[in-house]
Nanobody, 116 residues
Framework: EVQLVESGGGYVQPGGSLRLSCVAS????????MSWVRQVPGMGLEWVAS????????TYGSAVEGRFKNDRDNDNNTVSLQMNNVGSEDADEYYC?????????WGRGTQVAVSS
């Protein structure tokens, strides 16, 4: 059974940093791209970042490029999202996901709140 469990969400001050993590199980983690998306209540999903299966490169949505960094640890089946210079627009529920054999799996999410 594929499982994705996010953690690391919480309150962060504007301009601060937060690191989200996602632990994967139930599939060969090192074979698949991993992605992060976020959702504001009542709105659709926004793609945040994706990282290659070998971790050598990542791509980012325009809203976060230059501020967020996506990395992964294939030895520990973990993908992380380092969030820097966080702003109020980044206050969302964040989900990690994997597309495995044409099926997309998502975790339950972790909430990021921005407050001074």
């Amino acid at each position: 059974e594929v499982q994705l469990v996010e953690s690391g969400g919480g309150y962060v001050q504007p301009g601060g940093s937060l690191r989200l993590s996602c632990v994967a199980s139930g599939f060969r983690f090192s074979n698949f791209y991993m992605s992060w998306v976020r959702q504001v209540p009542g709105m659709g999903l926004e793609w945040v970042a994706s990282i290659r299966s070998d971790g050598t490169s990542a791509t980012y949505g325009s809203a976060v490029e230059g501020r967020f960094k996506n990395d992964r640890d294939n030895d520990n089946n973990t993908v992380s999202l380092q969030m820097n210079n966080v702003g109020s627009e980044d206050a969302d529920e964040y989900y990690c996901g994997a597309c495995i054999h044409l099926v997309t799996y998502w975790g339950r999410g972790t909430q990021v709140a921005v407050s001074s």
